[in-house]
């Protein structure tokens, strides 16, 4: 399965965020702000980033700005978790270079379809595997 990391400060949503990704056999790695999420991308490239947009400190669209500015991130997925729902959010959202978004409170199904969506896609723009000789 895939590699997940989790930037976000509430404790109760990042361990509902690991219930749900572990539960489809996922492994996640965590971050509590910004600055360490993406020391932790750039260090570890998961397979995709979940990123809260309420952060202290720099907030979760510059942080997304920044991976989708990095040759060494830019091609993670990335997907908002956002209590955002006005309208003129998901533009923003859209902007800073994420992918997708999943508002809170999540649905369940929605956030796991949101999160296969993303790998699925990310899979199917990597180049082939080398052909066995
Ligand atoms: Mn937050």
């Known amino acids: ?22 539960s489809v056999g996922h492994s996640v790695l965590s971050a509590r702000d910004a600055e360490d999420g993406l020391t932790v991308a750039h260090g570890e490239r998961p397979d995709l980033v979940l990123m809260d947009i309420q952060l202290p400190g720099m907030d979760g669209l510059e ?12 091609d993670i997925p990335v997907i908002a978790l956002t209590a955002l729902a006005m309208k003129g959010d998901e533009e923003r959202i859209r902007a800073a270079g994420c992918d997708d978004y999943i508002a809170k409170p999540w649905n369940y199904r929605a956030f796991l379809a949101a999160v296969a969506g993303q790998l699925d896609r990310a899979r199917e723009g990597r180049p082939p595997p080398p052909a066995n000789p």
């Not at 399965?1 to 965020?17: F, G, H, K, W």
């Not at 942080?63 to 830019?74: E, G, I, W």
């Open 1 to 22: 399965m895939a590699r997940v990391l989790v930037i976000e400060d509430n404790p109760s949503n990042l361990t509902l965020a690991t219930f749900l990704l572990e």
């Open 63 to 74: 942080a997304t700005s920044l991976l989708k500015h990095d040759d060494v991130t830019r």
